[in-house]
């Protein structure tokens, strides 16, 4: 590509969750354009197949693609979530909520957290979080989606959606197909480069090249383009966050489905449970050193019962891509980082990072500002919850394990 031409054609590499949501915003984006895009999708490899639970911004995405909200609750297998409920965290047999939304309303203009404080410095013996209308309805396994035209003194919670990964994806290739992306079901060998260091195109298995003029690399931990072709380095922070192993397994659908998420603190990690509306998601985050694959899976057995799939590992490195966007290409998924799904948070930095990439779309030439600013912000939204999340392990008073 000459710095002159116009940026006209986007090539998207994996067809899981970062690739599909990548390929949707530049559609609904470029929709009556002739911009061209395309996803390259490996039949030979499988997607990651976890990421179920997210954060309210979730439903803005569903929104901005023009998409009914009903209609994705009903096809990926959705339910309502309020926020997370942490057990045995801070000490065994005690738990604290993270809920979406207000908490407390200002009183005289002032926060309601200041009130709080004063409440509690005088002996109040309510928690922060039992102000919160989402925490209210989740204890009572409700919830409502509140009508802006009445309000109620509930209508400050907001929520957000568990769902089949596997499912959003499907929905999203349709909404693509629909919106004139091309999708190519081929192995991507090699990727070539022209003289300035940029990706000229993709060569597949069958021999067929794909030229682009932007690609965006969504291979999943592979990081095909940025880091096997481009050689970005990547920022290890395990020994801020040890944790490197998941055991993923499925099991029947809970008989009353609770509207939220529920992590649980266990020796060398911790564990999720997932309401979807067919099944439950599960699964034991922990470190390996401290604990191996088979007694992870005890874990489970011992906590999780009706399986109906075969435990899977999962193997990850904390941390983050160097510079997220480079030359002419995007990193957007696990190419871009991971860090444990502790706050559902890697759907949200996909999203994001989309959403400030169709708002920065080079036409012509790409500039270093833009590129140095957009890399300055992706790294502060990694850095802000990479501090939430050792903020869980900072709060614990357990001493029960080494982790
Ligand atoms: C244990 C665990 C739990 C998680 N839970 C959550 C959660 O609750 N909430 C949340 O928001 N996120 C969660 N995540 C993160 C979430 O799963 C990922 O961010 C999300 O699925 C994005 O994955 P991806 O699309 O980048 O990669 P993948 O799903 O791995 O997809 C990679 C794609 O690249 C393709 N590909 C690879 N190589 C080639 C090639 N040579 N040629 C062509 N195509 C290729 C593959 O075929 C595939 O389509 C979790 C992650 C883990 C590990």
Not at 66 to 71: A, E, G, S, V
Not at 196 to 214: M, R, Y
Request: glycine letters at 6%.
């Amino acid at each position: 590509m000459q710095s002159t031409d116009p940026i006209n054609s986007y090539v998207i590499v994996g067809g899981g969750t970062a690739g599909w949501i990548s390929a949707a915003i530049l559609a609904r984006t470029l929709q009556n354009t002739t911009a061209k895009m395309t996803v390259v999708e490996s039949p030979h490899i499988p997607t990651i197949g976890v990421g179920e639970a997210t954060i309210p911004s979730i439903v803005d995405l569903v929104e901005f693609l023009n998409i009914p909200l009903h209609d994705f609750i009903l096809k990926t297998n959705a339910t309502f979530k309020l926020g997370i409920k942490f057990i045995d965290w801070q000490q065994k047999n005690h738990h604290y909520w993270h809920p979406f939304g207000y908490i407390g309303n200002k009183i005289d203009g002032k926060p309601f957290y200041q009130h709080w404080l004063k409440y509690n410095k005088n002996n109040g013996n309510l928690n922060f979080t039992d102000f919160s209308p989402a925490i209210a309805l989740a204890k009572q396994n409700k919830f409502f989606v509140a009508d802006p035209k009445y309000p109620t003194n509930l209508s400050s919670s907001t929520y957000a959606l568990h769902f089949d990964a596997g499912l959003v994806a499907e929905y999203l290739q349709q909404y693509c197909k629909q919106h004139n992306v091309i999708h190519i079901q081929a192995h991507v060998k090699t990727t070539q480069l022209n003289n300035q260091g940029e990706i000229s195109h993709v060569v597949l298995d069958n021999a067929q090249q794909i030229a682009g003029d932007f690609f965006i690399d969504c291979s999943g931990q592979k990081a095909l383009l940025i880091q096997k072709a481009l050689r970005v380095g990547y920022r290890n922070w395990q020994h801020f966050l040890p944790v490197d192993k998941a055991i993923a397994v499925q099991s029947n659908k809970q008989e009353i489905l609770k509207p939220y998420t529920e992590s649980t603190a266990h020796e060398h990690g911790w564990r999720w449970q997932i309401p979807l509306q067919n099944r439950t998601g599960n699964g034991y985050v922990f470190s390996s050193d401290f604990c191996n694959v088979q007694e992870a899976i005890n874990v489970l057995e011992n906590n999780v019962q009706n399986w109906i799939t075969d435990p899977k590992t999962i193997t990850f490195t904390t941390g983050q891509r160097e510079k997220t966007w480079y030359k002419n290409c995007l990193a957007v998924g696990l190419s871009a980082g991971f860090l444990e799904p502790l706050e559902s948070t890697s759907i949200y930095l996909i999203m994001k990072t989309m959403l400030n990439f169709v708002k920065n779309l080079p036409r012509q030439k790409i500039y270093p500002a833009t590129t140095n600013e957009f890399n300055r912000l992706v790294d502060k939204e990694y850095e802000d919850i990479r501090d939430f999340i050792i903020l869980h392990y900072c709060e614990t008073k357990r001493t029960d394990s080494p982790l």
